[in-house]
T-cell receptor
Framework: KAGVTQTPRYLIKTRGQQVTLSCSPI?????VSWYQQTPGQGLQFLFE???????NKGNFPGRFSGRQFSNSRSEMNVSTLELGDSALYLC?????????????????FGNGTRLTVT | GESVGLHLPTLSVQEGDNSIINCAYS??????FIWYKQESGKGPQFIID?????DKRQGQRVTVLLNKTVKHLSLQIAATQPGDSAVYFC???????????FGQGTTLQVKP
């Protein structure tokens, strides 16, 4: 079974631009979560989608948005990029979603998109 | 506020020895815990998880121990191998929230 796939692997953007990252979950998984990873802040939760609905949101500004399609694939968008948005963006999928008891339905991560803002 | 902390940022062990990575959590309502391993250039890889109604769970060469009294979680790796070198993260999920809260990570270095 293929794992979580994220594209692209690397991105370089300049301040003020916007960017869209893509994630394909494991087949059959309906929940997709997004995390930002930086050396200083570690792994920070962005949002979670389940059946095309945003179920939970982290403490990030409105410049960060996402959506999920009917095939469970998800995209994340960051508008008006800032230098501080440089990070590894990780997508993770699970069978039932982390809002429920996740025993035997853990989060599986992709290898991330490395975004550099100059 | 919620936090998941790791006691040591770096752990260095000899190949073949057992490793113990510790984690403290602050939310007594957390009902699910999970350990991940992250190698350079990759995303976190699931190792093992445990629910709050258990105090021990074993996998292949790994054991997770949960002590709810002191809000402590540990990951034990038996017969540590060079391939175990990575950053290890613990994470907790509290109740019905949809997010995992991750610790800062412990780097495990395995010396040959």
């Amino acid at each position: 079974k293929a794992g979580v796939t994220q594209t692209p692997r690397y991105l370089i953007k300049t301040r003020g631009q916007q960017v869209t990252l893509s994630c394909s979950p494991i087949s059959g998984h309906r929940s997709v979560s997004w995390y930002q990873q930086t050396p200083g802040q570690g792994l920070q939760f962005l949002f979670e989608y389940f059946s095309e609905t945003q179920r939970n949101k982290g403490n990030f500004p409105g410049r960060f948005s996402g959506r999920q399609f009917s095939n469970s694939r998800s995209e994340m968008n960051v508008s008006t990029l800032e230098l501080g948005d440089s990070a590894l963006y990780l997508c993770a999928s699970s069978l039932r979603g982390t809002g429920y008891t996740s025993y035997n339905s853990p989060l599986h991560f992709g290898n991330g998109t490395r975004l550099t803002v100059t | 506020g919620e936090s998941v902390g790791l006691h040591l940022p770096t752990l260095s062990v000899q190949e073949g020895d057992n490793s113990i990575i510790n984690c403290a959590y602050s939310n007594s309502a957390s009902d699910y815990f999970i350990w991940y391993k992250q190698e350079s250039g990759k995303g976190p890889q699931f190792i093992i998880d445990i629910r709050s109604n258990m105090d021990k769970r074993q996998g292949q060469r790994v054991t997770v121990l949960l002590n709810k009294t002191v809000k402590h979680l540990s990951l034990q790796i038996a017969a540590t191998q060079p391939g175990d070198s990575a950053v290890y993260f613990c994470a907790e999920k509290g109740g019905n929230t949809g997010k995992l809260i991750f610790g800062q990570g412990t780097t495990l270095q395995v010396k040959p």
